[in-house]
């Protein structure tokens, strides 16, 4: 028998008594577990496929796989076919591409495989060599290579998580590098999709209009040619795919075979994914999705392998990208899990005291000159970092929001390469303390992002009826006196033993929202609200906000009510938009409702991954690149 063959038939539905365990053990310790949104989810998942009712942070493994494919000679790509090499090279000997540092970021060991580099690459320190062939055959034309070939890619693919799974691995993060892969993937998604060529074709490497149309006819021309087989996924692989797409397809058969998971990146690990269901339906319980890709046809994948998308960052670019970010949430909620079911054993007299604010009256109207004065991130350090990020070893702006993050958080730290903040979470209680779950929350939220916390219960005198913007100016005053914080999370919490998203959050969307979720109030109107504790609240925060960003710190939302007290800072501040940023849902996906910083956490993660790139990637010249022949890159990278 095969080693595919003994693989599929390895391949068990996950563990349904340990998702049982952890399950119970959250509904134990909290009244609402799903209040964590995704999280719950995602921490489920995991031990389905391990079988660990004692979840343990997962030994992560990125594996690279390289391939050249013989349809780059039909002129799809914006960069030439030795780039394949010239990245292969980067990422093992100037360890400076995108891979590299999301890596990094994730705490993933990465390896790199020539699956079928065309150029020669034999003096590449840590190359795994399992060349099937100089690169595929031009699939616009024929078969890309032989049912043969497509077998032994596959089942080399489940030879490597075979050896590292015996190591210790159980998470593994595939990414792809192959100029003109996109076109095979597409050809790939068009066929088990069942999408045009047109719906199914992208930019890939952010190709001009007249490219993009060459590359739609070329998918439909491989199509045309080969007619694969849509239920016959060694069919379609071999007659259109790559050699280190397949290989992907044997990481995800071998993962699966030996309880492991993978976490998809973008749409090459989709389509390689797509290949693997269709040889083995049940293999897409040990995936896990991670961002929505900025290719047209990727959510046409997710839907297909009935997966969600935790994060739209405008990625279109594979080595791992989002994969890595993602499976930092899964450590996250791995954290989480721990710190909660431990929250029985905690003292309440040992919470965080809280810091009660104070209102310094005599500084009024410096406070509100300095609000109308703001000072505007750097555009000098912000458009330096911009250029270094347009000329790192990456397709133009192919990394999406994560660019942005960093470029603003250049300007803000008036740094042209920051590489890292200086972060701390406020957790706004109206109480004197917070309940256990919710400080053990809190705690494992600011420990994973590395960051400091604290809990400020509001004053008994700013909960009187008195007049909103009596709340608001104590919050500018306190706000303003943060000092040593580039990035500042606002949230807040109830006060419950183990509620964590109680009706806080639902009574202040009803009376500062509207339906579609727009703002109820001009700022006249809602300065001039009769005042109860929870619009004090409101105010209070938005006060912290306008009172923070005047000092230059990067303020970030948490929950429903913080996301609110921020857009009502910004109707009552519009200066201090460049120091906004909401997390979810511009960012981040995860359907989370609990209060006390969660959400700003993992926002703070991402601006971690952001300075990550920019500490660790090159520039084409620094890592001998090849630049951009098409496209907007080609009008900006330079070498």
Do not use: W
């Amino acid at each position: 028998m095969s080693l595919l063959n003994q693989t599929i038939k390895k391949i068990m539905p996950p563990d349904q008594r340990a998702i049982k365990f952890v399950k119970n053990k959250l509904s134990q310790t909290m009244t609402n577990p799903d209040g964590l949104g995704e999280l719950q989810n995602i921490l489920l998942r995991y031990v389905g496929i391990t079988g660990q009712i004692k979840p343990e942070i997962p030994k992560k493994l990125t594996i690279i796989t390289c391939a050249d494919h013989g349809v780059a000679e039909m002129n799809v790509s914006a960069y030439p076919q030795e780039t394949t090499a010239h990245m292969t090279r980067n990422y093992l000997v100037s360890k400076g591409a995108v891979a590299n540092s999301m890596s990094n970021f994730c705490g993933s060991d990465m390896i790199v495989v020539d699956m079928g580099i065309k150029a020669p690459v034999d003096d590449i320190p840590g190359l795994i060599d399992h060349k099937i062939a100089p690169g595929t055959n031009n699939c616009a034309k024929g078969p890309a290579m032989t049912r043969e070939q497509a077998i032994e890619a596959i089942e080399t693919g489940i030879q490597l998580v075979n050896t590292y799974a015996n190591k210790g691995y159980c998470c593994f993060l595939p990414g792809e590098m192959g100029i003109a892969n996109t076109t095979s993937s597409a050809a790939i998604v068009a066929c088990l999709c069942n999408l045009t060529p047109k719906q199914a074709t992208g930019r890939g490497t952010n190709i001009s209009d007249e490219r993009l149309a060459i590359k739609i006819d070329v998918v439909k021309q491989a199509l045309t040619v080969n007619k694969p087989d849509p239920t016959d996924g060694l069919d379609v692989m071999s007659k259109i795919g790559g050699f280190e797409l397949a290989c992907i397809t044997g990481i995800i058969l071998g993962a699966a075979a030996n309880h492991c998971f993978v976490v998809l990146d973008g749409f090459n690990t989709g389509s390689a994914a797509l290949v693997a269901q269709a040889i083995c339906p049940e293999v897409t319980n040990y995936l896990m999705a991670s961002h929505l890709a900025a290719e047209p046809a990727h959510n046409a994948i997710l839907k297909k392998l009935n997966l969600s998308p935790y994060m739209d960052l405008k990625f279109r670019l594979g080595e791992a990208t989002g994969s890595s970010i993602a499976v930092n949430i899964l450590d996250c909620a791995i954290k989480t899990y721990h710190s909660v079911c431990q929250a029985a054993l905690a003292e309440k007299d040992k919470l965080i005291k809280p810091n009660i604010p104070t209102t310094d009256f005599d500084t009024k109207m410096a406070l509100l000159k300095q609000v109308r004065n703001i000072t505007l991130p750097d555009e000098v350090a912000r458009e330096k970092c911009r250029n270094r990020i347009d000329n790192l070893t990456k397709p133009i702006y192919s990394l999406g929001k994560l660019e942005n993050i960093a470029e603003n958080i250049a300007g803000i730290t008036r740094q042209k390469k920051p590489t890292q903040v200086r972060k701390k979470i406020l957790v706004i209680t109206p109480q004197e303390s917070c309940s256990v779950v919710q400080h053990r929350l809190t705690q494992a939220f600011a420990s994973h992002a590395n960051a400091n916390y604290h809990f400020t219960s509001i004053p008994k005198n700013l909960m009187k009826p008195q007049t909103l913007s009596f709340s608001l100016l104590q919050g500018i005053c306190y706000g303003s006196k943060i000092n040593n914080i580039d990035v500042l999370g606002i949230a807040c919490c109830e006060n419950h033993p183990k509620e964590i998203c109680g009706t806080f959050s639902l009574t202040i969307k009803q009376q500062l929202c509207n339906f579609d979720n727009s703002l109820r109030y001009s700022k006249r109107k809602f300065l001039s609200l009769e005042p109860n504790p929870y619009l004090c609240q409101i105010a209070f925060m938005a006060g912290i906000a306008i009172g923070a960003a005047s000092k230059g710190i990067l303020v970030l939302s948490d929950d429903i009510p913080s996301s609110i007290a921020i857009r009502y800072a910004l109707l009552l501040a519009p200066t201090i938009n460049p120091y906004i940023m909401f997390v979810c849902p511009d960012y981040l996906n995860l359907h989370i409702t609990t209060g006390g910083g969660c959400i700003c956490a993992l926002g703070m993660k991402l601006i971690d991954a952001s300075l990550q790139m920019l500490k660790d990637m090159k520039t084409f010249a620094e890592a001998d690149v090849a630049i951009a022949n098409d496209g907007p890159g080609a009008k900006i990278q330079t070498k």
